[in-house]
Nanobody, 125 residues
Framework: QVQLAESGGGLVEAGDSLRLACLAS????????MGWFRQVPGKEREFVAA????????KYEDSVKARFSIFRDNRKNAVYLQIHTLKPEDTAVYYC??????????????????WGQGTQVTVSS
């Protein structure tokens, strides 16, 4: 059973930076590509970023690629999302997700097999 646990969210001010972490257990972490998604009430879960098993390939949603960075540490079974220059519209629950070794980086929520419980990020203006 794959288990994912996000952390690092909180209440921040516009312009701040934040690093979200997702710790994985119960599987060989390096076998899984990882993704970050976010969701606000009343809207579908939105793709943010994805990273390949070895961390050499990344993919971003166009609107965040200038401010967001995804990276992973397979020794620590962790994937991170670094967010710079936070904006109020970044307010959401952020989720990490895992899918086993796909041939390409995936940006659709239904393509992922495992999910964490999410961490709330609230950006005040």
């Amino acid at each position: 059973q794959v288990q994912l646990a996000e952390s690092g969210g909180g209440l921040v001010e516009a312009g701040d930076s934040l690093r979200l972490a997702c710790l994985a257990s119960g599987h060989t972490f390096s076998d899984y590509s990882m993704g970050w998604f976010r969701q606000v009430p009343g809207k579908e879960r939105e793709f943010v970023a994805a990273i390949s098993t070895g961390g050499y390939k990344t993919k971003y949603e166009d609107s965040v690629k200038a401010r967001f960075s995804i990276f992973r540490d397979n020794r620590k079974n962790a994937v991170y999302l670094q967010i710079h220059t936070l904006k109020p519209e970044d307010t959401a629950v952020y989720y990490c997700a895992a899918v086993r070794s796909p041939s390409e980086l995936l940006d659709v929520a239904t393509q992922y097999d495992y999910w964490g419980q999410g961490t709330q990020v609230t950006v005040s203006s």
